[in-house]
């Protein structure tokens, strides 16, 4: 997976630079930031928790004020979700991998200081992992038989969109970024015939919320 998202960034670069040789803000930025993610849902309770993203971008003109963004970015990012223990609530942690695609539109308010960009994310990633094993068995806040493991297969591709702003210099960029996926990423748990285990684990539902703030350097 990484080769190919690779192999896009690099025949993306190269097409542009085809077209549009002469013009200075054509270049390559290594990112990284700092993430937040959220989970908005109604079919448990759950806790904001942090992550990071790493990864290329190309920013190139497009049109006038306006500049194209073409970025894959590699994610860890975790979540927790309420669990009841035989004596207390417990928060029971989760670690999701994967990789996101962007192609974003960028408006230069600014030239190369100040900047507002938007447009769609594909994610892809593996499933919640469990951080602690021993956790496994504890039942999910709501429920009286589904255990913290069965919230393991969440969907492993999402659509997102993104909005935010970058503000600095030629080389150097501050960014801050709001994604809201518009896809469930619950969905595969309709899928793991969970009923079966407690009848009220149906139409699960619920859109990721991530918020990032890090830094851009452009070669």
Do not use: C
């Not at 097409?15 to 937040?36: D, M, T, V």
């Not at 619950?186 to 009848?199: F, R, S």
Request: net charge negative.
């Amino acid at each position: 997976m990484k080769h190919f998202f690779f192999s896009l960034l690099i025949f993306y670069s190269i097409s542009i630079q085809a077209q549009r040789k002469s013009y200075s803000s054509n270049r390559i930025g290594l990112q990284g930031q700092y993430a937040l993610l959220e989970l908005n849902t109604s079919n448990f309770q759950t806790t904001q928790e942090s992550g990071f993203l790493v990864g290329l971008s190309k920013r190139s003109a497009f049109y006038n004020d306006f500049d194209l963004i073409f970025g894959v970015d590699f994610m860890q990012t975790s979540i927790a979700v309420n669990a009841e223990s035989t004596t207390a609530i417990e928060q029971v942690g989760y670690t999701w991998s994967g990789a996101q695609v962007k192609l974003l539109l960028s408006y230069l308010i600014a030239g190369d200081h100040l900047s507002i960009e938007a447009g769609p994310v594909l994610q892809v990633n593996g499933k919640m992992k469990l951080d602690t094993g021993d956790q496994s068995n504890l039942i999910v806040k709501g429920y009286t038989n589904l255990q913290a493991e069965d919230l393991q297969e969440w969907s492993r591709v999402n659509g997102i969109v993104m909005i935010g702003i970058s503000a600095g210099f030629t080389h150097v960029r501050l960014t801050v970024n709001y994604q809201y996926g518009f896809t469930n990423a619950l969905n595969k748990l309709n899928d793991q015939d969970l009923e079966l285990k407690d009848p009220a684990a149906i139409n699960f539902k619920g859109n990721l919320g991530l918020i990032t703030a890090g830094i851009v350097l452009y070669l």
